[in-house]
C-alpha cells in the first residue's frame, strides 16, 4: 500500500501509514493476515557426539540377502542376454569373412589370369630365344634303363 500512496503522491496517506501500526493501512484499512506469523523459528544447538549406534545383528543378514539377490538377478539376466550377444558378434564376423572370401576370389581371378598370360607357348618361345635356350640335338638325348632289379633310382650306399 506504501506504494501506492507513491504512485498517487497522497501525502496524507503517506503520514496515516507511518503512525499506524503495521497491519493497518492508509485511509483505515485492516491489511489480510500473514500465514503463520506467529511461529518462530530459532536454532538450538545438538551435541550428538556421545551418542553411538548399537549395531543391528539383522542388518548384515539383510545386507547379505541383497547382495546374492542382486548377483542371481545379474547372472540370470546375463545368461539370458549371452546368447543373442554371441550370435549378433558372430553374424559380424560372417559378414566380415564373406567380404574376406570376396576379396581373395577377385585376386585368385587376377592371378590365374596373369598365370594364363605368363605361360602361352608364344610367350614362352620369346623368353627361350632371348635366353639362347635351344632343343638338344637327338644325339644329345640319353636314355635311362632302369636297374634289372626293377628299381629306378640308383642308390649308393655310403662307405
Do not use: H
Not at 68 to 97: D, K, R
Not at 119 to 142: G, N, Y
Amino acid at each position: 500500500m506504501a506504494a501506492q500512496a507513491r504512485v498517487f503522491e497522497d501525502s496524507s496517506a503517506r503520514a496515516d501509514w507511518a503512525g499506524k501500526s503495521g497491519r493497518e493501512a492508509a485511509g483505515g484499512f485492516r491489511l489480510p493476515p500473514v500465514p503463520n506469523e506467529s511461529i518462530y523459528f530459532y536454532r538450538k544447538p545438538i551435541d550428538n557426539s556421545g551418542v553411538v549406534r548399537l549395531p543391528d545383528p539383522k542388518a548384515s543378514a539383510r545386507c547379505w540377502r541383497w547382495v546374492a539377490a542382486a548377483t542371481t538377478v545379474t547372472l540370470l539376466l546375463a545368461g539370458l542376454l549371452w546368447p543373442g550377444a554371441y550370435s549378433l558378434l558372430a553374424g559380424y564376423q560372417v559378414e566380415s569373412l564373406k567380404g574376406q572370401q570376396e576379396t581373395l576370389r577377385a585376386e585368385l581371378a587376377s592371378l590365374e589370369l596373369e598365370q594364363a598370360r605368363l605361360v602361352t607357348p608364344e610367350r614362352l618361345d620369346q623368353l627361350a630365344r632371348e635366353q639362347e635356350l635351344i632343343d638338344p640335338a637327338p644325339d644329345q638325348v640319353v636314355q635311362l634303363a632302369p636297374a634289372p632289379d626293377g628299381s629306378l633310382a640308383r642308390n649308393l650306399s655310403a662307405k
